[in-house]
């Protein structure tokens, strides 16, 4: 049963509120002012929280930011309410970390609409918040997110709440535990599984997407990489200047490092792949090249549940592109693929590094524009979106206006795409699809 708290002074609001959500098999929790709700929402930890903007003790903003300020109330989605309707006071609660705004009267059929699009578990087979990944449904695909920032690791408390790790994602599907490149949150997810398995055999496999440092900086620092017991097997590209053991073993020499690739105690195989599809298991994997830099491909994961799309580096390709690199047949052919290899995804975790305000001095470098990146997914027919690969010099409050810039876009093109910000340690399912559907 999900959970909702009220939060609002006003008990002729709340009371009829709470009596409807009721009805709707929410269990509903009360309070009367925003310290009484902060309190409540670290005690019980709901799904939604519906606060009112102006209470006595704490009003709206500063229960946004006391919430968002908390990882363990990181799932939760904040749906501000007020009787009156100021385009300012409509950002400030963005800024602070609302998920939506509405304004009072609220027809309860309206609250519905709005509670099913922040919360949209089992709706597209998608989970917002999950169990641990041994109590998921048999037959689902989990994904975790151990490291979502670009470029270089840019921790600390500006990114606290989405996290500074460079790019690492667990995908368990299929009875397989693949790994979405080896950034630095791979010493974090390494830790984790050490501690799960507690001595038993791990067997993974390790994707890389290129050998940028901040794709592969992680891989000296993974701790199952030194129990001999494990297996881990590590594909990818061969790269512009050496291949991808070279690469690998090149950043643990000395002087960079003091161990060597080839002391690492663990069963390692690294294989340099020739052909764009390839299995693991029985998941299908699919690659594309990317506009980036270099050699530097996407995977296409179609698992048992549904098909997940990582596309980590990706320069948007417009006409600013094109104004750039000359209007010759490669761009076109890069957007034609990738237009194909996206296409009907259940997930399209992506490159948003830049603003449109930023991309337009950045053309060139192989980063996408938040703007064309929602625009691509929607064409794609994908259904749910997760902006990646922030830039490091955008802190929580930044990626959050870019997060609500660009489900405005998505509200504008009156698509149904889902958008969401990838985070540390969040984590969503892709819930096993019923016999005869596609």
């Known amino acids: ?22 009805r709707d098999d929410w269990r509903v929790i009360e309070a009367a002012d925003g310290e009484q709700g902060i309190e409540l929402a670290v005690k019980h930890r709901p799904d939604v929280i519906l606060c009112d903007l102006l209470m006595p003790r704490g009003n709206g903003y500063h229960v946004c930011r006391a919430v968002r300020s908390h990882m363990d109330l990181r799932h939760t989605k904040i749906i501000v309410v007020t009787g009156r309707d100021f385009a300012s006071d409509r950002t400030s609660a963005e800024e602070a970390g609302a998920d939506d705004y509405l304004v009072k009267p609220i027809e309860y059929e309206h ?22 990944t041994a109590d998921a449904p048999e037959g689902a695909t989990c994904v ?52 799960e398995y507690d001595g038993e055999p791990i067997d993974a496999t390790l994707l890389i997407s290129h050998t940028h440092w901040d794709h592969i900086q992680g891989f000296p620092f993974f701790a199952p990489a030194y129990n ?69 491909v996407g995977y296409r994961l179609h698992t048992s549940a549904g098909s997940i799309v990582y596309l980590p580096d990706n320069e948007s390709v417009n006409e600013r592109t094109f104004e750039v690199q000359g209007n010759d047949a490669l761009p076109r ?20 590094q830049y603003t449109r305000e930023e991309y337009a001095k950045h ?70 699809r019923e016999v005869g559907t596609v």
């Open 1 to 22: 049963m999900k959970t909702i708290l009220l939060i609002d002074d006003d008990e002729m609001c709340r009371k009829p509120a709470a009596e409807c959500l009721r």
């Open 363 to 432: 053309v060139g470098w192989g980063h996408g524009c938040v703007d064309d990146v929602v625009r691509f997914a929607i064409r794609g027919n994908v259904k749910r979106l997760y902006l990646f690969h922030y830039d490091p010099s955008h802190d929580d409050r930044f990626v959050s206006g870019m997060l609500m810039h660009a489900r405005a876009l998505v509200q504008e093109a009156g698509s149904a795409l889902r958008v969401e910000a990838a985070r540390e340690s969040d984590q969503f399912t892709l819930a096993p």
């Open 333 to 352: 052919t890069i957007e034609q693929k990738l237009a194909a290899f996206v296409n009907e995804a259940d997930v399209l975790i992506c490159d948003s």
């Open 144 to 195: 975790r997110f151990w490291g979502v920032r670009g470029s270089i690791p840019s921790p600390g408390p500006a990114t606290a709440f989405f996290g500074g790790n460079t790019s690492c994602i667990e995908v368990r599907a299929d009875g397989q535990l693949i790994i979405l490149d080896a950034g630095s949150g791979l010493r974090a997810m390494g830790n984790a599984l050490a501690a």
């Open 228 to 296: 001999a017991r494990n297996r881990l097997r590590v594909l990818g590209y061969e790269g512009a200047a050496a291949g991808l053991g070279a690469t690998l073993a090149g950043q643990m020499e000395s002087p960079y490092f003091p161990i060597a690739l080839k002391e690492m105690p663990g069963n390692i195989v690294i294989e340099e792949l020739k052909a764009m599809e390839f299995n693991i298991g029985p998941v299908r994997v699919e690659a594309c090249f990317s506009n980036h830099p270099g050699v530097c």
């Open 111 to 132: 609250l519905q609409n709005v509670l099913a699009r922040v919360m949209p578990a089992g709706r597209n087979g998608l989970n917002d918040r999950v169990p641990e």
